[in-house]
Structures are given as structure tokens and as C-alpha cells.
């Protein structure tokens, strides 16, 4: 594996997720100021839509993506040992995937 | 003053202790080192390095109150009347101040510090314009104190792996002089997740430098680099 996927590539990753992330929240708050929902349907109908189920796929993958990094870096810092530092990445690594698997199931599977 | 100082002789003691010495303030102490001159002929045990007494060597490099520095340009007149020091943070500590220097020199080896140039040796010297010269201020004045590595976090978690600020300061300055020509191959062996992004922007180096030097920013100039060469 080339090195430079565990040095620059996660660092610019990081940044980046971060500023779609503040602009994702920005958005949010945007819709919930000027065009609350008023219902549940509503709220379901608005985020299911094409345009802005997109737009939180999205927005979760840089959530994970960004933690991954943040996580991995502390673990990195702080666990020496090869065979702990391996078990501590894969339990970061497993628990994001499942938490992408959930947020992957809600948006898709979610009736409108 | 009161000068509270770290004390163990591995010979001797089974763990360190804190040595309290009352100093009084002369006319003649100008810098710290003046004062530990005073307290090494009170106490000819008391252990620590110095040579050059101006600060450029390096040598007198320890931690007043907490923030590291250089006994020999630190004023008497900066520190208030209970001092408190302590050997640089993170290394092991030989004999009362002074401490093992290797994890320091190891990094700073590992980013070839010297001009890698394998093109024919021109007829006299490297030439080199005035703005291609000034690209090197603020990297070559670096004398090596282990001021700034010695309060960095991230080499203290791991000083075997990360370079650390003064090896990367250094790395820039071998990087950005024109002379040089593996900037390449010195960017891509700093792009791994150990020896140049352990660091998180802290700026306790930048802070604490006795020379006024900003390791960040060379550090961050190296990140731009890397992230031009790759886009």
C-alpha cells in the first residue's frame, strides 16, 4: 500500500468533509428558518425527495469519512502496540461501516 | 529568588527530586545561566550543559517555569522571584538538566540534511539568486536546541516515528533551496501517517522557539507542497 494514502489523502479528506459538513449544516438550518416542516410526512417527503436524499448521502459519507480520520489519528497517537493499534482501527472501521449500512437503510427503505 | 531545581543522579538517588536554592538577585546576573553559575558554586553537584553563553549553540536548552528555553538569553529580569526548572520534557533524563539527545539527532538525521545535487559539479559553485537565497531565512538559523520537538505533544506520543518540528523545519529548508534537487523523493518520504502528519498545528514549537523561528509554518509549507504535487 502506498504511503501516501495514509498521509496527505486523509489529511486533505479531512478538511474537506469538514467544509461540506458546515455547509450542509448551514443548509439545514436555512430550510428549518425560512420552510419548517409542519408534520412528519413533510419532514420524510423533504429529505426522501431525489435532490436532497442526495444531499444527505452525501453529507453522512463525510461525517464517517471525517471521523474515521479524527478517530484513527488519536489512535494512532496513543496505542503503541502493532496487534492493539490493528484491533482498535478494526473496531472504528466496522462500527462506521455498520453506522453507514444504517444511515444507507434509512434512506433508502424509508416509505415516503 | 527562589530556584526550584529537578535533581537525580541515577548513581545515586532512586527517583528524581525538586532542590530548592535561595539565590539573591546581584547587579552581575544578567541571564539565567549567570544564576546557575551562582548555584553550581553553592553546589558542585548540580549538573547541566552549556558552552557558548550567547544562544547559539544550543546547549543550555531546559524548562523555565513550565515553557522551554535558553538559560544563557533568558533575563533574570523575565522571571519572577520563584523560578522552577526542569529538564527538557519527553527525552530521558542522564543527570539532573541534561538530557539524551539521540531520539532528537536520530529524526533530524532521517530528512538528509545536506544538499542532495547529482547533476555534474559546476565549474565553481551552485549558483544561487538573492530571492532564491532569501527563501532560506527562518530555516537555516536553527541551531538544533530541541526547544520546540521537546514541547510538542505529538513527539512526546512518538518520538520514535514523528520527526518532529525542528527535523521538519529543517526538511523545508532542504526542500525550498534551490540547490537541492530529491524534493521529490523528500516530499513523499514525509507523506506517510507518521513523520509529518502526526502533527496537528499545536504551535507550542513556534511558540517557545529561542530564535523566533515557526517550524508550523514550514511545516504547513511542506502540506501545500505535497498538496500541489498532487493535484
Known amino acids: 500500500m502506498k504511503k501516501a494514502f495514509a498521509g496527505l489523502r486523509p489529511w486533505l479528506l479531512q478538511r474537506l468533509t469538514a467544509v461540506f459538513m458546515l455547509l450542509f449544516v448551514l443548509f439545514l438550518l436555512a430550510h428549518f428558518l425560512f420552510d419548517p416542516p409542519r408534520s412528519d410526512a413533510e419532514w420524510r417527503g423533504w ?15 463525510s461525517l464517517f469519512l471525517h ?12 496505542v503503541h502496540p ?11 472501521g466496522s462500527g462506521l461501516l455498520a453506522m453507514s449500512a444504517w444511515v444507507a437503510r434509512i434512506l433508502l427503505f424509508t416509505p415516503p | 529568588m527562589q530556584i526550584s531545581v529537578f535533581r537525580y543522579d541515577p548513581e ?16 552581575e546576573d544578567r541571564m539565567l545561566l549567570d544564576v546557575l553559575g551562582r548555584i553550581k558554586t553553592m553546589d558542585d553537584t548540580f549538573t547541566y ?21 535558553l538559560a544563557c538569553v533568558t533575563t533574570t529580569r ?24 539521540t531520539a532528537f539527532f536520530k529524526q533530524y538525521h532521517s530528512i ?23 527563501k532560506l531565512d527562518g530555516l537555516y538559523e536553527c541551531i538544533l536546541c530541541a526547544c520546540c520537538s521537546t514541547q510538542c505533544p505529538s513527539f512526546w506520543w512518538n518520538p520514535d516515528k514523528f520527526v518532529g518540528p525542528a527535523g521538519l523545519l529543517m526538511a523545508y529548508r532542504f526542500i525550498i533551496d534551490s540547490r537541492d534537487k530529491a524534493t521529490e523523493e523528500r516530499l513523499d518520504d514525509l507523506n506517510d501517517a507518521y513523520r509529518l502528519f502526526r502533527c496537528r498545528t499545536i504551535m507550542n514549537c513556534t ?15 511542506i502540506r501545500l507542497l505535497m498538496t500541489k504535487k498532487s493535484v
Not at chain 2, 545515586?12 to 547587579?27: G, T
Not at chain 2, 523575565?78 to 539524551?100: E, F, Y
Open chain 2, 112 to 134: 538528509k540534511p545536506w544538499v542532495i545535487n547529482d547533476d555534474p559539479a559546476p565549474e565553481r559553485e551552485h549558483l544561487q539568486s538573492p530571492a532564491q537565497r532569501d
Open chain 2, 78 to 101: 523575565s522571571l519572577p522571584d520563584h523560578v522552577v526548572l526542569r529538564p527538557l520534557p519527553g527525552l530521558p533524563v542522564i543527570r539532573d538538566l541534561v538530557v539524551d539527545m
Open chain 2, 207 to 221: 511558540e517557545v522557539c529561542p530564535k523566533g523561528l515557526a517550524p508550523s509554518r514550514a511545516i504547513e509549507k
Open chain 1, 67 to 78: 471521523t474515521w480520520v479524527g478517530v484513527r489519528d488519536v489512535i494512532l497517537d496513543y
Open chain 1, 82 to 92: 502493532a496487534g492493539l493499534r490493528i484491533g482498535a482501527l478494526a473496531l472504528l
Open chain 1, 47 to 61: 429529505v426522501l425527495s431525489p435532490g436532497t436524499s442526495i444531499v444527505f448521502t452525501l453529507f453522512f459519507a
Open chain 2, 12 to 27: 545515586k538517588d532512586v527517583k528524581p527530586y525538586m532542590q530548592d536554592y535561595e539565590v539573591e538577585r546581584q547587579a
Open chain 2, 49 to 69: 550543559r552549556r558552552s557558548c553563553r550567547e544562544g547559539v549553540c544550543g546547549s543550555d536548552a531546559m524548562n523555565i517555569n513550565g515553557r522551554n528555553g
